[in-house]
């Protein structure tokens, strides 16, 4: 069974950093992608940044590059997103998600099966 267990989100403000962490379990990184996805009130769901364990790409929507990146760690099984330079719109509540279908290059939630609890970013103006 896989699980993904999100962490990290908290109150922060604008210009400041937070750190998300996503634990997986039940699921072994390779040939497959794990990505974050936020969602904030009144807006659907959209991708924030994707990493493909096939051949290591990365994706960020066009909101988020420059400040968010994504990484991961194959011993821990778990996939970080580094976010700085945080802004008022960047709050949501964000998810991490996984698909082991081998289409998750393009950070659809649509394609992702897998997903954790979500944990809330807030950032003050």
């Known amino acids: 069974e896989v699980q993904l267990q999100a962490s990290g989100g908290g109150l922060v403000q604008a210009g400041g950093s937070l750190r998300l962490s996503c634990v997986a379990s039940?699921?072994?990184?390779?040939?497959?992608?794990i990505g974050w996805f936020r969602q904030a009130p009144g807006k659907e769901r959209e991708g924030v940044s994707c990493?493909?364990?096939?051949?290591?790409?990365?994706y960020y929507a066009d909101s988020v590059k420059g400040r968010f990146t994504i990484s991961s760690d194959y011993a821990k099984n778990t996939v970080y997103l580094q976010m700085n330079s945080l802004k008022p719109e960047d709050t949501a509540v964000y998810y991490c998600?996984?698909?082991?279908?081998?289409?998750?290059?393009?950070?659809?939630?649509?394609?992702?099966?897998?997903w954790g609890q979500g944990t809330l970013v807030t950032v003050s103006s």
């Open positions: 990493i493909d364990f096939d051949d290591g790409d990365t």
């Open positions: 039940g699921f072994t990184f390779g040939g497959n992608s």
């Open positions: 998600a996984a698909e082991d279908d081998g289409l998750g290059y393009d950070c659809e939630p649509r394609n992702y099966d897998f």
